[in-house]
């Protein structure tokens, strides 16, 4: 939230904010917002009657260090008049307050191999068993991320709620694009088709695959012309992505764009040929569903949150087989019905994705967790 990006657990904080202070008669908000180096908040929140703002400046990592160790200073000291605490990300905090925490993944216990140490050290300092043991309710975004709860934290089943999150419409055609086709179209030169990535250039991604895939179909005369676009920020592994485009033997046809806008999103998705995304480890997986939205046809993984979400709507392959990447690629560049049959089917799908269906259930959530106190 404090950095301003639009996908991941800030885009989600921020549109279930937007829901509930639009929204939301009967109750009023305090946020607790905290850091150095942040992004000024929405207007129309701050000039909303129903909201206040606690804004701090202080150390997180002191904030959780003390959290964890001596359980001090208690949430409430900043909030005083809050009666129930909503975190949309587990974290490092004491409370005697009722409290709900939404849990996004555990990919750092499933494939620990995929993060530095400095991301292991932070998820330790959060002390997330502690969080999810002392929880009055948790949130999991999916039923794979559910029984991960269960079966890794041994998190009593009976206080998770599967709250499936949401597809902004900015990515649905009919709602338009803040930036439009051509101008992201000129901006980042793509006048040939691509295939595309969008999404952290990290190891869990597995971007490697997308580019060893990409190296084997680009040789058939169908594809020949074809570029691959991978938009997003170097994480943990992207020396490895780099170095395997330049090593592939078609590193002139691979386009990497690290600064794409969040505006630019939409569009982007929407000049794809077709989007690819066979991550190994998604809590739900938001870049297929905006692909969908975007009426862009979706290759994607057939693991964890991926096949509950996509499942009849998109292209699944094993993650740990190029072969199999190369082939569904193939597949929709040369079967015309395949590939209308799958846009038609992925976009209906990402319309079952709605904030407004995650926002209210999240509010029932808050009256049911209030109400047993």
Same mark, same amino acid.
């Given at each position: 939230m404090a950095r301003g990006r639009a996908a991941g657990i800030p885009g989600y904080t921020r549109e279930l904010l937007n829901y509930f202070f639009s929204r939301d008669d009967d109750n009023s908000y305090q946020l607790f917002y905290n850091a150095f180096s942040k992004e000024p908040l929405p207007s129309d929140w701050l000039n909303n009657a129903r909201v206040s703002v606690v804004d701090r400046k202080l150390p997180n990592r002191l904030l959780d260090f003390s959290a964890r160790l001596f359980k001090t200073p208690r949430i409430e000291y900043f909030l005083p008049e809050a009666e129930l605490i909503f975190s949309p990300h587990f974290n490092s905090l004491a409370t005697k307050r009722p409290r709900i925490i939404t849990f996004h993944d555990l990919s750092f216990l499933q494939f620990p191999s995929f993060f530095s140490r400095k991301q292991l050290a932070w998820h330790w300092l959060q002390d997330y068993r502690r969080q999810a043991r002392e929880a009055d309710g948790i949130i999991a975004v999916s039923e794979f991320t559910k029984s991960d709860l269960v079966n890794l934290l041994d998190v009593d089943s009976k206080k998770i709620r599967v709250i499936p999150l949401g597809v902004s419409s900015e990515f649905f055609p009919s709602a338009g694009s803040s930036a439009s086709v051509l101008t992201v179209k000129q901006k980042y030169h793509l006048d040939k088709p691509f295939l595309l990535y969008l999404?952290?250039?990290?190891?869990?991604?597995?971007?490697?695959?997308?580019?060893? +895939? #990409?190296?084997?179909?680009?040789?058939?005369?169908?594809?020949? @012309?074809?570029?691959?676009? $991978?938009?997003?920020?170097? &994480?943990?592994?992207?020396?490895?992505?780099?170095?395997?485009?330049?090593?592939?033997?078609?590193?002139?046809?691979?386009?990497?764009?690290?600064?794409?806008?969040?505006?630019?999103?939409?569009?982007?998705?929407?000049? +794809?040929?077709?989007?690819?995304?066979?991550?190994?480890?998604?809590? #739900?997986? #938001? *870049? *297929?569903?905006?692909?969908? +939205?975007?009426?862009?046809?979706?290759? &994607? +993984?057939?693991?964890?949150?991926?096949?509950?979400?996509?499942?009849?709507?998109?292209?699944?392959? @094993?993650?740990?087989?190029? &072969?199999? $990447?190369?082939?569904?690629?193939?597949?929709?560049?040369t079967d015309s019905g395949l590939r209308a049959k799958i846009i038609k089917a992925g976009n209906e799908n990402a319309e079952l994705f709605t904030w407004s269906s995650a926002a209210n259930k999240t509010l029932e959530f808050f009256a049911d967790i209030y109400g047993r106190r």
């Open positions: 999404g952290a250039l990290e190891a869990r991604k597995n971007v490697v695959a997308i580019i060893q +895939a #990409f190296s084997v179909v680009s040789k058939m005369k169908k594809l020949s @012309d074809f570029n691959l676009v $991978l938009a997003g920020r170097p &994480g943990f592994g992207s020396k490895k992505i780099f170095k395997e485009a330049k090593e592939s033997g078609v590193s002139d046809r691979i386009i990497f764009l690290h600064n794409v806008l969040d505006s630019e999103r939409p569009a982007l998705y929407s000049l +794809a040929r077709t989007f690819i995304y066979p991550s190994f480890f998604e809590g #739900f997986g #938001f *870049p *297929p569903l905006e692909a969908q +939205a975007a009426q862009t046809p979706v290759i &994607g +993984a057939d693991r964890t949150s991926l096949v509950e979400v996509l499942i009849g709507s998109a292209l699944l392959v @094993d993650p740990w087989r190029v &072969g199999e $990447l190369a082939d569904a690629i193939v597949a929709l560049e």
